[in-house]
């Protein structure tokens, strides 16, 4: 097990890991190379809503973290591809239960939302 460290503290460095994860289209673009490497639109059609250039801010943080890796063959026309890195796949099993989680309590959480006002 690695270093202890304090989430709450202002200064954590877990804080921006976690900020990433928490991040709105992380779990997606994640979830969405769980089944091998994807170029960019295969993964802008697979994920609704996701816009060019939120995919690609997202696409470059995850690089970044070593969550995924980007692969540009040589070939013309240009092709890249995203897949995810070991780190990246081990983030699978907590997104897992996360999604279990959320599939398993989607009525509760909706009947909680019509009785607010």
């Not at 250039?53 to 063959?73: F, M, N, Q």
Request: charge should be positive; include cysteine.
């Amino acid at each position: 097990m690695g270093k202890a460290y304090n989430v709450m503290a202002a200064t954590c460095p877990s804080r921006t890991v976690l900020h990433r994860i928490g991040a709105r289209w992380t779990v997606f673009v994640v979830n969405a190379l769980d089944d091998g490497p994807r170029r960019f639109t295969e993964l802008k059609a697979h994920i609704q809503g996701i816009t060019p250039k939120v995919l690609t801010e997202t696409l470059r943080s995850l690089e970044a973290d070593g969550l995924i890796s980007r692969h540009e063959y040589d070939e013309n026309p240009p092709r890249v591809e995203y897949a995810l890195t070991p780190l990246g796949r081990s983030l699978l099993i907590p997104l897992r239960a996360v999604r279990l989680w959320a599939e398993q309590h989607v009525p509760e959480i909706e009947a909680a939302r019509a009785r607010r006002p």
